[in-house]
């Protein structure tokens, strides 16, 4: 079964700066997909970023980028230029590829819990 | 991406009472899922509402306590039933769309926030 691991519970930045989330997961599948959620305090689940995995390139969103390593089954969210409305918790999650049975669920990780500072 | 709305928004109830929560999307979807978000933790995947047939639940969901209905392509409800307090939690209802160009995402409703006392 597969597993989504984000070992870092909370993080903080100063406005304006960079800030890395890792993420890193497990799987048997050649292909699935990656994303970053953001949930700030109003609950709502925004998408981020998305990464498919047979894609070399880096999936980039703005100020957000990840860092996609297949091979170490890491994917780590990039946010530059930290903004105070960046505040949230952010969730990696994995897909599987296709439709049917369990490979169109979302697994997430545990969250980290991000405050930029200003 | 579809427009999802939830209702209620949130509300509190007491225990052995029963809560429907209703999902509306702006457009049809092939895929629409409930999941629970319990205070301070993760999103956990409740189950897949089919249209059309019975929904497909995930290890440690049943049915008789959470019974789902997806009559069409742009509605569900999900009902919690005979509730206690260890149900007091975001339940959150998703969609995801086949399209052409990018899709396997999901999108996610703004949430309802119940809290059993």
């Known amino acids: 079964a597969q597993t989504v691991t984000q070992s870092q519970p909370e993080m903080s930045v100063q406005e304006a700066e960079t800030v890395t989330l890792s993420c890193t997961y497990d799987t048997s599948e050649n292909n699935y997909y990656l994303f970053w959620y953001k949930q700030p305090p109003s609950r709502q689940m925004i998408l981020v970023i998305r990464?498919?995995?047979?894609k070399q390139q880096n999936a980039t969103e703005n100020r957000f980028s990840v860092n996609f390593q297949k091979a170490a089954k890491s994917f780590s969210l990039k946010i530059s230029d930290s903004q105070l409305g960046d505040t949230a918790m952010y969730f990696c999650a994995f897909r599987g590829w296709g439709y049917g049975g369990s490979q169109g669920n979302l697994i997430f990780g545990k969250g980290t819990k991000l405050s930029v500072k200003p | 991406s579809a427009v999802i709305s939830q209702k209620p928004s949130r509300d509190i109830c007491q225990r052995g009472t029963s809560l429907t929560i209703q999902c509306q999307v702006d457009?049809?979807?092939?895929?629409m899922f409930w999941y629970r978000q319990q205070p301070g933790q993760s999103l956990t995947l409740i189950a897949t509402a089919n249209q059309g047939s019975e929904a497909t639940y995930e290890s440690g969901f049943v049915i008789d306590k959470f019974p789902i209905s997806r009559p069409n392509l742009t509605f569900s409800t999900l009902t919690v039933s005979n509730m206690s307090p260890e149900d007091s939690s975001i339940y959150l209802c998703?969609?995801?769309?086949?399209?052409?160009?990018?899709?396997?995402?999901?999108?996610f409703g703004p949430g309802t926030r119940l809290l059993v006392l």
């Open positions: 990464q498919e995995a047979y």
């Open positions: 998703s969609v995801e769309e086949i399209v052409a160009g990018p899709g396997e995402t999901q999108y």
């Open positions: 457009s049809q979807v092939t895929m």
